[in-house]
Nanobody
């Protein structure tokens, strides 16, 4: 079965950096696009970035600060976050969206908490 396990979150001061990792198993990792989402307190979950065979995409507020990458040999997707702001605080989730003839299904990790505060 599909498993996504995030790590790397923590408490960081404004302007600091964190690198999140998501180790995937249960599917052929290299064949699928992967995404990072986040959910801030009291807000809906939002897309942060995704990485596909065609390239990478970022939410506007993350462009220039966040970098998504992957290592297919390690079945891992990363999110490098620089110049962090208090509004980046939230739970960050790794996501796989699998498409079948019947539609799509989202798989999520357990999330990793990122807190940006002085």
């Amino acid at each position: 079965q599909v498993q996504l396990v995030e790590s790397g979150g923590g408490l960081v001061q404004p302007g600091g950096s964190l690198r999140l990792s998501c180790v995937a198993s249960g599917f052929t990792f290299s064949r699928y696009a992967m995404s990072w989402y986040r959910q801030a307190p009291g807000k809906e979950r939002e897309l942060v970035a995704n990485i596909t065979s065609a390239g990478v995409n970022y939410a506007d507020s993350m462009k220039g600060r966040f970098t998504i990458s992957r290592d297919n040999a390690k079945n891992t997707v990363y999110l490098q976050m620089n110049s962090l702001k208090p509004e980046d605080t939230g739970v960050y989730y790794c996501n796989l969206r699998a498409y079948t003839l019947l539609g799509s299904r989202d798989y999520w990790g357990q999330g990793t908490q990122v807190t940006v505060s002085s």
